[in-house]
T-cell receptor
């Protein structure tokens, strides 16, 4: 069973059309939930870290929220340059003292002008 | 640019050859990670260093893989006797103890085994 599931797999929006990406996780004892943006052929670019349910963080047109079972990445009035794959990852106490992040498969976002 | 630096960015090798990738982390970051990513998948954890000590190794890191961080600064990832299944992007990331759990990735090194 995947511990981190992202939906949808792909999302196509028109410029200015707001939407949300979902990241659901099944781990217990969350140490941190991370959002990254990845452009084709490049490494993931850090966006946000969330540590506890109810926490929210914002950066430009992006806002990340966290509950006990899932996280949302809200995109307000997106622009074509927001097109990328958005990755969610978790770090959990059940991994023992492990430092690893477990990633989902990502949501590929395309914003059309 | 003071981000994580990886070299080479692209490598094409014949099956059975050895390859080595280098990672220079962000200055003063004492935590260093290697991940592997294939098309359509998220990155998968390979190994973790704190300073020069290799503290974790994933079961994905077979005997053909070895990673070092000799002086707690740069790191190398060597793959011996490459196989076609090793074709992937190898990502290095770094973080700082006391800086939360956030890690920052480099641009990755693409490996194609033919």
């Amino acid at each position: 069973e995947d511990q981190v599931t992202q939906s949808p797999e792909a999302l196509r929006l028109q410029e200015g059309e707001s939407s949300s990406l979902n990241c659901s996780y099944t781990v217990s004892g969350l140490r941190g939930l991370f959002w990254y943006r990845q452009d084709p052929g490049k490494g993931p670019e850090f966006l946000f870290t969330l540590y506890s349910a109810g926490e929210e963080k914002e950066k430009e047109r992006l806002k990340a929220t966290l509950t006990k079972k899932e996280s949302f990445l809200h995109i307000t009035a997106p622009k074509p340059e927001d097109s990328a794959t958005y990755l969610c990852a978790v770090q959990a106490i059940e991994y023992g003292g492990s430092e690893k992040l477990v990633f989902g498969k990502g949501t590929k976002l395309t914003v059309n002008p | 640019d003071t981000g994580v630096s990886q070299d080479p960015r692209h490598k094409i090798t014949k099956r059975g050859q050895n390859v080595t990738f280098r990672c220079d982390p962000i200055s003063e970051h004492n935590r260093l990670y290697w991940y592997r990513q294939t098309l359509g998948q998220g990155p998968e954890f390979l190994t973790y260093f704190q300073n020069e000590a290799q503290l974790e190794k994933s079961r994905l890191l077979s005997d053909r893989f070895s990673a070092e961080r000799p002086k707690g600064s740069f790191s190398t990832l060597e793959i011996q006797r490459t196989e076609q299944g090793d074709s992937a992007m190898y990502l290095c990331a770094s973080g700082i103890r006391g800086g939360g759990n956030t890690i920052y990735f480099g641009e990755g090194s693409w490996l194609t085994v033919v």
